[in-house]
């Protein structure tokens, strides 16, 4: 079977290796040809995942016709300032019918799409379903154990895929709440940051425990108005994602936050972390969504404040702690 991964970053690269590792013929694209040149000569992508070395079966191409010519699933990985470009780009190649797998997490700024709406936009003659879960690319691309969710609202495309996907070391449930599982994926990246603001600003497991368990009750609250199923958040792409990507120093987010709680700039954290940061991208998104859907979500609020309105960390967080007095839910 081939199968094509669109998009050569981490996430990308690293789920083209656990196929080619199942046995499938995995065609990888990267948007530039000298990616595609590096890729090809390293055998290993050595920008974000540097000493996994390449099987056999991952073919790296530049040309799109290529990569998605016969292909039985296409998987993409674009980050989502990319998405709308690149489903542009991949619309021409894809037969009506077509399974694609969005696996990138995010929120494109100004509609408010999610990824999975975008795609679909682009590529109306397609089948889109989407994959999240707590799944540092670091750790799959070397064989540790994880466990991911995909959502279809065909439940044996949903199937289809995790059969693709499934091995002893990276096990997939299914779903049918694309809204759930995807805003899941994308907002936790958000909370994220201000865990990291947290860990910078020097505060401890308490406050970062309050921001995960609060920031995950906002994520269920927008899900919910916007058509979720309440029981998604508390699963892989809800819960699940939100512990890896608040505790653990692979996530980029965090490793944000970090700087911004020591007092770095937008701008100077962005250039030292080198890779994108999806919950700088989706803030603006999500805080937009809140204001659209009518739902509270002062964590979001107070992290919008702090990259665009120039609101001190620590001010952010008194602002939070002296809010009046409420019941719990």
């Avoid at 040149?37 to 290529?66: Q, S, W």
């Avoid at 694309?178 to 990291?196: F, Y």
């Avoid at 792409?237 to 020591?262: F, K």
């Amino acid at each position: 079977m081939k199968i094509a991964v669109i998009g050569s970053g981490g996430w990308g690269t690293a789920i083209a290796i656990l196929l080619s590792k199942k046995g499938y013929n995995v065609y990888l694209w990267s948007w530039i040809q000298e990616e595609t040149d590096r890729l090809k000569a390293d055998r290993e992508n050595k920008e974000f995942l540097p000493g996994v070395k390449f099987p056999d079966g991952i073919y790296c191409t530049h040309d799109m016709a290529e990569c998605t010519d016969g292909a039985e699933l296409i998987i993409t990985a674009a980050p989502s300032p990319a998405t709308r470009t690149t489903a542009k780009q991949l619309s021409p190649h894809v037969k009506t019918g077509q399974r694609i797998v969005n696996i990138s997490k995010g929120l494109e700024e100004g509609s408010l799409l999610r990824l999975s709406e975008v795609y679909k936009q682009a590529i109306p003659q397609a089948e889109v379903s989407v994959m999240s879960g707590p799944s540092h690319a670091e750790e799959v691309s070397r064989g540790l154990p994880t466990t991911n969710v995909v959502a279809s609202a065909d439940i044996e495309t949903a199937k289809f895929i995790q059969d693709i996907f499934m091995d002893d070391m990276f096990r997939v449930y299914t779903s049918t709440d694309i809204i759930g599982v995807e805003l899941g994926g994308a907002l936790k990246n958000v909370i994220a940051l201000c865990a990291g603001i947290s860990d910078g600003l020097g505060y401890g497991d308490n406050t970062k425990a309050a921001l995960m368990t609060r920031g995950l009750a906002e994520i269920a609250r927008l899900g919910v108005a916007m058509g979720a199923r309440q029981e998604t958040f508390m699963g892989l792409s809800g819960v699940g994602d939100l512990i890896v990507t608040c505790t653990s120093m692979h996530s980029r987010n965090r490793r944000a936050g970090i700087l911004l709680g020591q007092g770095k700039t937008l701008q100077e954290t962005l250039d030292s972390v080198h890779m994108v940061v999806e919950g700088v991208n989706t803030a603006t998104a999500a805080y937009e969504m809140a204001k659209k859907y009518n739902v509270e979500m002062p964590i979001v609020e107070e992290a919008y404040n702090i990259l665009y309105n120039g609101r001190n960390a620590r001010e952010a967080v008194l602002l939070l702690m002296t809010r009046e007095k409420r019941e719990e839910k």
